[in-house]
């Protein structure tokens, strides 16, 4: 009798002789216990449990295809993670104090939030950005916003995130431009924007053009960047988003996946070599609060993306197989009560993260169910992660949990079930239709709508909300955005549009509807050139939407 | 005679698409009964109004996650007032800090939701406080 034939014996004898009379007279506290995602839980993992798992064919080591238990050969042990806390607000004066105080604070990257008006293509003095302007994020309208955003930071030394996806080759433009004005050219710089279209119609709904015109820009992007800008990653594939709408993490996970194998599939048809982009797509994912779940995804979605970019698309670079990913705690499980506890919350969270091998983490502030947040609450949540990367002793040992019954099985579940998903997905005829039926937005819905039964049932916790809960008045302190910045950002564009050369502007833009008309063209140097003429983001993104068209929302609920 | 439903619009003012609690209180409302519509996203508030005159309905939610609730809740409801159609009962949900609550309800906005809210409770207050608006008066 082989090792497992004896345990599988050993256990069902367990289960009747011990588990089953304790359970008897000690009743458990569920009867079904499963993950924030409704994801079933045994009470205990055994090696029959990962009976078929072969070492070397699923888990490999380090730096090692499938890259299971991290990218790097020697993770944590060589560099750290990333520590890049996404900040902005008001105008770019404000934010660019931010950045400097988050510097000097030991943070190594920087990561911009833009205001809405930004994300959605709007200027600070368009009628729909009232009220809005500087509020989540900083207002950039024009290259001069950018340059003074950057001001007395070296492009060539730190790296950007931008979040930021319909408009995102404007903003890259733009910082190209500031680059180059600081004497960096583009083959220096280093960073990532966003600009993953897909999840805005899914999830996060920040979409300005059709899926068509828009990954045409995508396109566009990708291969200025392989010849110019080498350095740059020029998709951020999110699950982040998909995740705090509401879904599960296999959703999370096999939506993400598909996203990026959709534009893997779109780009190589449109005759780019794979190897020639795909080192430069990264992933983004939410730590949510499920610890082991959030661990195994993680694992899983490195296992996947390897198998897809070595089998599927036959991309011979080691570089291309790898899934770099940034990650951040889920801002969807704080709670505006007692805020404190979300200290908490965030640790365990970004615990997950460093657990599942990500590359770079942003860790949530405890008071952002309020607003921004307050330069004290940002101070707690990045050394949260300090503390974790220098006291913890978990980045000493790669992959600490690799070989746990639990998470090795839990992991194959994760990847079996977004299979699933993928394999529907593709039967519908791949992602942009399941997109346009409405599948991914409804398997969302349908999830978030069945947590919060599930919370107001009391089946699932949240402490603080529906349990132990007290009165209190908020006892933190809030981030007040000042109303007249709105005025102050409106003020600092008007004298950008006296300042510059509108002959020049108008011809810039004129260039640019023409390149839009002609689908083989790279619209890339055609939007720098007409953000170097300071042309609004706003005049870009109305020039694009006279040939593209504007997305609506289809608003089912 | 069967009891009229009592219809409710939901709208999303502004331009942020976090619209995770907007579905989850129309589908809810639906479920408990009420005539629900939808805007969708990225609507001004003169879509807003105009929707709601034109689908007759008896109270408007307004979902704002964007920090813009000061500007475009009472932006409703002037149009509402210009509009003779004030007697629409507006309420509203999203990242609203407390202190600006007492601010927005000298503007007329009848009730604010603020994130941790069961969905119950919000049900239970429209069915107290939002009537059919001809039976009102």
Redesign the interface.
């Known amino acids: 009798m082989d090792d497992i034939e004896r345990i599988k014996k050993a256990k069902k004898e367990w289960e009747e002789k011990i588990l089953k009379p304790h359970i008897e007279k000690h009743p458990e506290r569920m009867e079904r216990f499963s993950t924030i995602s409704d994801h079933e839980i045994k009470e205990i993992y055994t090696p029959e449990d990962i009976a078929d798992l072969d070492y070397m064919r699923d888990l490999g080591f380090p730096g090692e295809y499938p890259f299971t238990r991290g990218i790097y050969p020697n993770m944590y042990r060589g560099r750290l993670w990333t520590m890049r806390q996404f900040a902005g607000f008001g105008t770019a004066v404000e934010t660019n104090q931010r950045y400097h105080y988050l510097l000097q604070q030991g943070q190594t990257g920087l990561s911009v939030a833009f205001d809405m008006p930004t994300i959605m293509g709007v200027d600070s003095d368009d009628p729909r950005a009232t009220g809005e302007v500087g509020k989540c994020g900083v207002a950039i309208d024009t290259l001069a916003d950018m340059e003074t955003l950057f001001k007395g930071i070296p492009l060539d030394k730190v790296t950007t995130s931008m979040t930021i996806n319909a408009p995102a080759a404007i903003l890259w433009a733009m910082y190209i431009v500031v680059a180059e004005k600081q004497g960096v050219p583009s083959n220096k710089i280093g960073g990532t924007i966003q600009n993953d279209i897909l999840k805005e119609y899914i999830a996060q709904k920040s979409w300005i053009y059709p899926p068509e015109p828009s990954m045409r820009i995508i396109r566009d992007i990708v291969a200025y960047a392989s010849e110019h800008v080498p350095r740059w990653n020029t998709i951020s594939i999110s699950g982040y988003h998909i995740r705090e709408a509401g879904s599960t993490a296999v959703q999370e996970l096999a939506f993400t996946i598909m996203d990026g194998i959709s534009y893997v599939d779109y780009f190589t048809r449109e005759g780019l070599d794979v190897d020639s982009f795909a080192p430069r797509l990264s992933f983004f994912f939410d730590a949510h609060m499920d610890f082991f779940e959030e661990i195994a995804k993680f694992r899983a979605a490195r296992r996947m993306w390897a198998k897809i970019m070595k089998e599927r698309f036959k991309a011979k670079n080691p570089a291309s197989w790898l899934m770099r990913f940034h990650t951040q705690t889920a801002g969807c499980s704080l709670t505006a009560q007692q805020p404190y506890n979300n200290i908490i919350r965030t640790a365990i969270e970004a615990l997950s993260a460093v657990l599942g091998g990500t590359q770079s983490l942003h860790t949530n502030s405890m008071d952002e169910t309020y607003a921004l947040p307050t330069e004290e609450a940002v101070t707690i949540a990045l050394r949260t992660q300090q503390i974790i990367a220098y006291e913890s002793g978990i980045p000493n040992t790669i992959d600490p949990l690799g070989g746990s019954y639990f998470i090795e099985k839990l992991t194959n579940e994760m990847e079996e079930k977004a299979w699933e998903y993928i394999n529907k997905i593709e039967e519908m005829g791949g992602m942009l239709r399941a997109i346009e039926l409405g599948y991914p937005q409804k398997e969302i819905q349908d999830a978030a709508y069945h947590y919060q039964l599930q919370v107001e049932k009391g089946e699932k916790i949240i402490v603080g909300v529906n349990k132990y809960v007290i009165d209190e008045d908020v006892p933190i302190p809030i981030l007040k955005i000042p109303d007249d910045l709105e005025k102050k950002q409106k003020e600092r564009l008007a004298k950008v549009k006296r300042d510059r050369n509108n002959a020049k502007v108008k011809e810039a833009l004129k260039l640019l509807r023409e390149a839009a008309e002609d689908y083989s063209e790279n619209l890339m140097p055609y939007i720098i050139n007409a953000v170097r003429e300071y042309a609004t983001e706003g005049e870009i993104i109305n020039t694009l939407k006279e040939a593209f068209g504007e997305y609506r929302d289809p608003a089912y609920f | 005679m069967p009891e009229e439903k009592v219809r409710i619009l939901?709208a999303k003012p502004?331009?942020?698409?976090?619209?995770?609690g907007?579905?989850?209180i129309?589908?809810?409302l639906?479920e408990a009964g009420f005539e629900?519509i939808?805007?969708?996203?990225?609507q001004?508030p003169e879509q807003i109004v105009n929707a709601a005159i034109q689908e007759d309905v008896d109270a408007i939610g307004l979902s704002i996650l964007?920090?813009?609730h000061?500007?475009?809740m009472p932006?409703v409801i002037k149009l509402l007032r210009e509009k003779g159609a004030d007697d629409i009962i507006v309420f509203g949900g999203g990242?609203i800090?407390?202190?600006d609550i007492p601010f927005l309800k000298s503007q007329g906005v009848a009730e604010i939701f603020?994130?941790?809210t069961?969905?119950?409770e919000t049900i239970e207050w429209v069915k107290k406080h939002v009537k059919p608006r001809h039976k009102r008066k």
């Open positions: 939901i502004g331009l942020d698409g976090h619209d995770r907007a579905k989850i129309a589908r809810a639906k629900v939808y805007t969708g996203l990225h001004t964007s920090g813009a000061n500007t475009l932006a990242i800090p407390d202190d603020t994130p941790g069961p969905v119950s």
